[in-house]
């Protein structure tokens, strides 16, 4: 039988190791991930068998908030103007066709940019933070529902959503619901 | 003085310094291997918009609204048309054709809905209660940055009538 002299001092073979790295390496550089995914969940709302809130509806109704996206800009629903302005809504607010809470530039919001996103989310802290402090604040209170105009894009629905919904630390309002819209 | 290296013609490449940086990228680039489960289409008319969401979309139906079309996992259902905003003229904006809708209702995306709705509860009626397959009512959507609301309101509403109620919109990282 033949007997394979293999000397001490032979280096390591190490062709066969890198074959096989030299081919894993482009395998791995075509399915390295670009861009990360990621999701924002909204559910269709319930129908419940409970009273409706004509019925039940407590002196002090716990904060509900709506987000209306027009092409003018961005409002709160009127039931909430209480929890933003605690010491009592400005005069221009209450009257009929009152110009949005956070108007763009000229009353006229064409691009994403031209929204206040940061003013937005400000303002929402400032909400929350009243509305705790009067005890309103209930686990129903996290949920937001976003009333944008018919023609609203999809990528302003969606930074309005990352403005409502705050960070890990200091969440706003992170369940979105969508209703009918405007029109 | 000058001191000269002698290789000789027997003598084997050194590639220890390379295999270090071979095994190096290795595990650099296998640890950024994506394990998503979730496919996203790539078209010159789906452009996802930007998040700030770190949470991952979960497997489920998947809806694509593009500018030209809608698929319901990979397969076209309608076709889309664009028409001038009325808002703004120098944008356009996406519709279903009028005969293709019924109020908000798009018929046609309801019946392959419907039909997966239904191939999923056969499927559990035929393994039973312990087969773990239940309906849930999932859908993934892909919407590109420029649909304007009416659309995607009359998708999630056929969805809706279709029995699907939990949606996620599957979004790009910023």
């Given at each position: 039988?033949?007997?394979?002299?293999?000397?001490?001092?032979?280096?390591?073979?190490?062709?066969?190791?890198?074959n096989?790295?030299?081919?894993?390496?482009?395998?791995?550089?075509v399915?390295?991930?670009a861009?990360?995914?990621?999701?924002?969940?909204?559910k269709?709302?319930?129908?419940?068998?409970?009273p409706?809130p004509?019925?039940?509806?407590?002196?002090?109704?716990?904060?509900?908030?709506?987000?209306?996206?027009?092409?003018?800009?961005?409002?709160i629903n009127?039931?909430?103007?209480?929890?933003?302005?605690?010491?009592g809504?400005?005069?221009?607010?209450?009257?009929?066709?009152?110009?949005p809470v956070?108007?763009?530039?000229?009353?006229?919001c064409?691009?994403?940019?031209?929204?206040k996103?940061?003013?937005?989310?400000?303002k929402?802290?400032k909400?929350?933070?009243?509305?705790?402090?009067q005890?309103?604040?209930e686990d129903?209170?996290?949920?937001?529902?976003?009333?944008?105009?018919?023609?609203i894009?999809?990528?302003?629905?969606?930074?309005?959503?990352?403005?409502?919904?705050?960070?890990?630390?200091?969440p706003?309002?992170?369940?979105?619901?969508?209703?009918?819209?405007?029109? | 003085m000058?001191?000269?290296?002698?290789?000789?013609?027997?003598?084997?490449?050194?590639?220890?310094?390379?295999?270090?940086?071979?095994?190096?990228?290795l595990?650099?680039?296998?640890?950024?291997?994506g394990?998503?489960?979730?496919?996203?289409?790539?078209?010159?008319?789906?452009?996802?918009?930007?998040?700030?969401?770190?949470?991952?979309?979960?497997?489920?139906?998947?809806v694509?609204?593009?500018?030209?079309?809608?698929l319901?996992?990979?397969?076209?259902?309608v076709?889309?048309?664009?028409?001038?905003?009325?808002?703004?003229?120098?944008?356009?904006?996406f519709?279903?054709?009028?005969?293709?809708?019924?109020?908000?209702k798009?018929?046609?995306?309801?019946d392959?809905?419907?039909?997966?709705?239904?191939?999923?509860?056969?499927?559990?009626?035929?393994?039973?209660?312990?087969?773990g397959?239940?309906?849930?009512?999932?859908?993934?959507?892909?919407?590109?940055?420029?649909?304007?609301?009416?659309?995607?309101?009359?998708?999630?509403?056929?969805?809706?009538?279709?029995?699907?109620?939990?949606?996620?919109f599957?979004?790009?990282?910023?």
């Amino acid at each position: 039988m033949a007997k394979r002299n293999v000397r001490k001092d032979d280096p390591l073979n190490l062709v066969p190791i890198m074959n096989l790295v030299t081919i894993l390496i482009p395998v791995l550089l075509v399915a390295v991930k670009a861009v990360t995914l990621a999701m924002i969940e909204s559910k269709l709302p319930a129908i419940s068998n409970s009273p409706s809130p004509a019925e039940a509806k407590p002196e002090e109704p716990p904060l509900a908030l709506k987000i209306i996206i027009t092409q003018k800009g961005i409002s709160i629903n009127k039931e909430s103007y209480g929890f933003l302005w605690p010491e009592g809504t400005p005069p221009q607010y209450t009257a009929e066709g009152a110009p949005p809470v956070i108007p763009c530039k000229n009353n006229r919001c064409e691009n994403e940019e031209d929204y206040k996103f940061d003013e937005l989310t400000t303002k929402l802290r400032k909400i929350r933070a009243e509305a705790e402090s009067q005890n309103r604040f209930e686990d129903s209170s996290t949920n937001v529902v976003l009333l944008p105009d018919k023609y609203i894009p999809y990528r302003v629905l969606v930074r309005t959503m990352d403005a409502a919904r705050g960070d890990n630390d200091n969440p706003l309002f992170p369940v979105v619901a969508f209703a009918g819209g405007l029109n | 003085m000058k001191k000269t290296r002698r290789i000789g013609s027997d003598d084997d490449l050194n590639i220890t310094s390379m295999m270090d940086m071979m095994t190096i990228i290795l595990v650099f680039l296998l640890k950024s291997v994506g394990a998503s489960e979730v496919e996203v289409r790539t078209s010159d008319f789906l452009k996802l918009p930007f998040t700030t969401s770190d949470k991952p979309p979960v497997m489920a139906a998947t809806v694509v609204i593009q500018k030209d079309q809608i698929l319901v996992d990979g397969k076209s259902i309608v076709n889309l048309q664009s028409t001038p905003n009325p808002d703004f003229p120098n944008k356009q904006i996406f519709k279903v054709p009028d005969e293709e809708q019924m109020g908000l209702k798009i018929p046609k995306l309801f019946d392959v809905l419907a039909e997966k709705k239904k191939a999923v509860d056969q499927l559990a009626s035929k393994v039973g209660g312990g087969g773990g397959i239940e309906f849930e009512g999932k859908m993934i959507l892909q919407i590109d940055r420029d649909i304007p609301y009416s659309l995607m309101r009359d998708v999630m509403y056929t969805a809706g009538i279709a029995s699907f109620h939990d949606f996620q919109f599957v979004l790009i990282q910023k």
